[in-house]
């Protein structure tokens, strides 16, 4: 199957920093890729929907100057997680897909502290 | 080669048919092993799975771990049309996911 890959797996920041989440498609080219925050009881919530060269779709109540995503390759999107606060420690989940409406694969995840 | 594989790949059956869905997962560092429902925006929760043999149920659907043989299955039973959808399961292993390609499951009236 479809590999892809999030970087880093696991990172500890300073409240007010910013951290930056890489999710790559290894083998495949990913018009369109998805972020997804855990919330506790491991639901997983949307945040937003990004396709190659453009701006991404962000669902509602999630703050885009916060959560800054950028798909600038067809293989690579990141998220930003600007300003964290410890509200925003988390999983957050990427996954990829090679054209729209088709499967989706997700990446490892990346579980964000910050203190 | 695969961490998470699930079987099928899809799935065709009659409203009433009962199904069962397959997850085989690797041992490295298993936590535990979750079951998504996907419809649309994002994957709804289903079963969080830790030990082994002990069946969990929500309505119609179960599930349960063989941690010995290393999978999990998914059951549905007098399937409807709204239990159409990608079903997904992923082991969390240490401080990451491992998600399968899905089953997807078309109930036909």
């Known amino acids: 199957g479809a590999v892809v890959s999030q970087h880093p797996s696991r990172v500890i920041c300073k409240s007010g920093t910013s951290v930056k989440i890489e999710c790559r498609s290894l083998?495949?080219?990913?018009?369109?890729m998805f972020w997804y925050r855990q919330f506790p009881k491991q639901s997983l919530m949307l945040m937003a929907t990004?396709?190659?060269?453009?701006?991404?779709?962000?669902e509602q109540g999630v703050e885009k100057d916060k959560f800054l995503i950028n798909h600038a390759s067809l293989t690579l999107s990141t998220l930003t997680v600007t300003s964290a606060h410890p509200e925003d420690s988390s999983f957050y989940i990427c996954s990829a897909s090679h054209r729209r409406n088709t499967e989706a694969f997700f990446g490892q995840g990346t579980r964000l502290t910050v203190v | 080669e695969d961490k998470v594989v699930q079987s099928p790949l899809s799935l065709v059956v009659h409203e009433g048919d009962t199904v069962t869905l397959n997850c085989s997962y690797e041992?490295?560092?298993?936590?535990?092993l979750l079951w998504y429902k996907q419809e649309k925006k994002a994957p709804t929760f289903l079963f969080m799975l830790t030990s082994s043999g002990i069946e969990k149920k929500s309505g119609r659907l179960s599930s349960i771990l063989d941690k010995k043989e290393l999978f999990s299955i998914l059951n549905i039973t007098a399937t409807q049309t709204g239990d159409s959808a990608v079903y997904l399961c992923?082991?969390?292993?240490?401080?990451?996911?491992?998600f399968g390609t899905g089953t997807s499951l078309t109930v036909i009236p």
């Open positions: 992923a082991e969390l292993t240490g401080n990451q996911f491992y």
């Open positions: 041992v490295t560092n298993f936590r535990s």
């Open positions: 990004s396709n190659e060269g453009s701006k991404a779709t962000y």
């Open positions: 083998d495949f080219q990913a018009t369109t």
